[in-house]
Structures are given as structure tokens and as C-alpha cells.
């Protein structure tokens, strides 16, 4: 076992780590965070996207004492702590960018990094998003939520 201590959410968290455990794991087990979802377990359909130090991973990918002493935040940290939505999160029910809701955690925190990384045109959004897989299709409302964010974000 593994002491690490890292940030999840903006609170301290310390735990001893299997070396093998995966940051989801981690999440989703130990911590309760389960907003962030297991998806493939391989990382090819994005549902586990969490950010680590302010850029997008795949925690799925990601062994969790690899984010001892760094921070994390996952979907249950984006909104604000009165529970008001974040605006991408309220994009998302506005351009109805979810249908079954599964991948949605994965898409609003590869959004959230699209638009930190300054992509704001259609075709930046998609590539920028073609990591994360919706089987619903949502994939119109997504793409409208983020280009709405983006361009109030420039403005």
C-alpha cells in the first residue's frame, strides 16, 4: 500500500493506494464520487474524463497514486457549492445535449478543458471532443452547449 495525499474537489484527501488502482477506482470506490462513470475500462469512450491539475485524463488510464499531491476535480466539483449549475452543465439541459445522461460527466469535463484550451469553432469542438463516445447520439445538443459557453466565455 501506497500513502498518497491529493486534492479531490477541493478538499484534502489521504488514503493507501493497491499501486495498481486506477484514479476511477479510487473515485468511484473509495471516495463515493460515482458522477465519474466506468465506461469501457480502457479508455476509448471518454465516460471517465476527470481533470488533474486543470487538464483532462482519462482516469480510467490514470493510476491514482499518479495524482498524489495534485489536484482533482471530477463532475461532483463543477458546480457551485450552493448547487447553481455550472453554465456548460446548464448548456447541456438547454441545447438538450443528453439523451440517456451516462456519458454526460465525461462530456461536460472534456467541454470544460475545450473550452480552457480556447477551441470554440464547430470543427475544434468536435475534434476536441472525439474522445469521449455518446451511443445516444447527442452528439448535436453537445457540440451546441460548448460553442454556447465558448462564445459567452470570449465575450
Known amino acids: 500500500m501506497v500513502e498518497t495525499a491529493l486534492t479531490v474537489n477541493g478538499g484534502t484527501v489521504r488514503v493507501a493506494l493497491d499501486p495498481r488502482e486506477s484514479l476511477l477506482d479510487l473515485l468511484r470506490e473509495q471516495l463515493g464520487l460515482t458522477g465519474t462513470k466506468k465506461g469501457c475500462d480502457q479508455g476509448q469512450c471518454g465516460a471517465c474524463t476527470v481533470h488533474v491539475d486543470g487538464r483532462r485524463v482519462l482516469s480510467c488510464l490514470?493510476?491514482?497514486?499518479?495524482?498524489?499531491?495534485?489536484?482533482?476535480?471530477?463532475?461532483?466539483?463543477?458546480?457551485?457549492?450552493?448547487?447553481?449549475?455550472?453554465?456548460?452543465q446548464q448548456a447541456f439541459i438547454d441545447h438538450d445535449a443528453l439523451q440517456c445522461g451516462y456519458c454526460t460527466p465525461g462530456q461536460v469535463m472534456s467541454g470544460l478543458a475545450c473550452i480552457a484550451e480556447g477551441h470554440a469553432a464547430d470543427d475544434e469542438i468536435r475534434e476536441s471532443l472525439s474522445g469521449n463516445l455518446c451511443r445516444c447520439g447527442a452528439y448535436v445538443g453537445i457540440v451546441a452547449a460548448v460553442r454556447d459557453v465558448a462564445r459567452r466565455e470570449e465575450s
Open 62 to 88: 490514470t493510476p491514482a497514486v499518479q495524482a498524489n499531491g495534485r489536484s482533482v476535480t471530477t463532475i461532483e466539483g463543477v458546480a457551485d457549492p450552493d448547487g447553481t449549475l455550472h453554465p456548460l
